[in-house]
């Protein structure tokens, strides 16, 4: 039996990969110093439900009989478990290395790459999937909440067949790793690459594309991407090939109209429906007929921390959020706005190096897409540790949404500050909204918060 540890075992990306080994019939141990912090200690017990062995991350679970380690990319070479696996010559793959090896193992790999939006539209794939009896794995970057009954951490799901799907990532350029046989692009915009760099990377993922790749027509920078088999998908084209109209928010989802047939989904923004395109679509070469997969949707709850509803309490709801870059806050901002209430957003921004690359564009989307009334407040910038240069602050950006005329916008100098000026603010029809990325506490935040009202 093969013996692997995961070290930073919690990461969303490292623990799906931990449990689709230990129930693929690997023996699997792991270390996270959020464990031995006492944090994420839901994750530590759910993943110990599933018979995975944790260390602490001290080197002392690093023994020679490991096969080999594998490291997130946030763990640095100088912490024990890894000089303790470079003293004992044991083999160190980063989980990009890892998942690629399962991806391009199995007979049908399905990418979801894209700027935005990946983490739910490999969540439809895989749920339309599953519930069509095709028994795929997903291995997905969020948690599903259709599956949280499930012993583990729901950010998979586990099937024994051929179908492998997963969020292909560009941030790193792992995604130059995956060779698929379908390949979904929802859009090509500016994040942690330049557009030109980005266009490159999904051409090249489109070129090793075996049988068909899934476009979105709507974004200009995608519709140059080439393939023998191109399907697109639109909001705005009736030539695509999938083509969704008459799009209504719902109270609680969104209605739509498909190949003449009216949907529902119960996820809010025209940008579901995006999603909810791309997924029937790839979905479709695997042989489930669009009518199939979209009925299919109208039962997919999403995934949690995407414009996730915490609660309401006196009037206020709160609402939890992953948008961290200028096209995932435009979005979110855009879906929130279709329903009356003022908006009391929390922007938590993560890496120093993205904000200096786009916190200005990031800034620029808030201004554009609140209202007057509308509040902004941010804590300092989120990092995971090591050596940054902090030459830039969320005071900076604060300042800057002032010069472009928004006054509601406050620096707070941490999340507990923040969200004290939120509680002051709050009064019954609005909405508090959490956002920002990597933090697993934000959500614990949306709870104390939630509480206090």
Known sequence: MTKVSFCGISGSGMSSLAQILKLSGYEVQGSDRNFDLQRDLENKKALESLGIKMFPQDGSGITSDLDFVCASTAVEDTIPDIKAAKEKNIPIKTRPQLLSELFNGSKYGIAVGGTSGKTTTAAMVGYILDKSGQKPCLINGGLLRDYEDRAGIANIIYNKGDICVVEADESNG?????????????????????????????????????????????????????????????????????????????????????????????????????????????????????????????????????????????????????????????????????????????????GFGPMRSMGKEIMECFVKNMLREDVLVMPEIFFVGGTVTKDISSADLIDYAHKLGKQNAYFAADKKAAAELLLKEAKSGDRIVIMGARDNSLTDLCKQILERL
């Open 174 to 350: 792992s995604i130059d790793l995956y060779n698929p046989y379908v390949s979904v692009i929802n859009n090509i915009s500016h994040d942690h690459k330049s557009i030109e760099e980005l266009t490159a990377l999904f051409q090249n993922l489109c070129s090793r594309t075996k049988q068909a790749i899934v476009v979105n027509e709507d974004y200009e920078t995608c519709r140059p991407l080439t393939h023998s088999h191109k399907i697109t998908f639109s909001l705005k084209n009736p030539q695509a090939d999938f083509y969704a109209e008459n799009i209504k928010p719902l109270p609680h989802g969104t209605e739509y109209t498909l190949n003449g047939k009216t949907y529902t989904l119960k996820l809010i923004g025209h940008f579901n429906v995006a999603n909810a395109l791309a997924a029937i679509a790839a979905c479709s070469v695997m042989g489930v007929k669009a009518e199939k997969a979209a009925e299919i949707l109208q039962n997919f709850s999403g995934t949690k921390r995407r414009l996730e509803v915490i609660g309401q309490k006196n009037g206020v709801t709160v609402i939890d959020d992953f948008a961290h870059n200028p096209d995932k806050i435009t979005a979110s901002v855009g879906a929130l706005r279709q329903y009356a209430g003022r908006l009391l957003i929390m922007f938590q921004p993560h």
